[in-house]
Nanobody
Framework: QVQLVESGGGLVQPGGSLRLSCAASGAIFSITDMGWYRQVPGKQRELVATISISTGDTPNVADSVKGRFTISRDPVKNTVYLQMNSLQPEDTALYLC??????????WGQGTQVTVSS
């Protein structure tokens, strides 16, 4: 199986920055994309950004985070990062890491909480 472990969340003031990490381990093969989603209680899970593990292309970035968040990856470490700048209260959410295989099977981490508040 695949294990995804997120880290880097926390409490930050508006305008601040955080860097999330997601380390993948286990049966790491045939991966097409990894990405970040976020979820607020009572709302639908929202895509934040995805990245191709092989090429580093970022075909999917939410309009709400463009220009503020940057997704990147280290294919040697099987790790994906999310650099979040200019954080706003509306960015408060549980941030979840996702891994997608070419077969269509996907895996989720447990999530890391990001709270933006003064």
């Amino acid at each position: 199986q695949v294990q995804l472990v997120e880290s880097g969340g926390g409490l930050v003031q508006p305008g601040g920055s955080l860097r999330l990490s997601c380390a993948a381990s286990g049966a790491i093969f045939s991966i097409t994309d990894m990405g970040w989603y976020r979820q607020v209680p009572g709302k639908q899970r929202e895509l934040v950004a995805t990245i191709s593990i092989s090429t580093g292309d970022t075909p999917n970035v939410a309009d709400s985070v463009k220009g503020r968040f940057t997704i990147s990856r280290d294919p040697v470490k099987n790790t994906v990062y999310l650099q979040m700048n200019s954080l706003q209260p509306e960015d408060t959410a549980l941030y979840l890491c996702n891994l997608l295989r070419y077969t269509g099977k996907e895996y989720w981490g447990q999530g890391t909480q990001v709270t933006v508040s003064s």
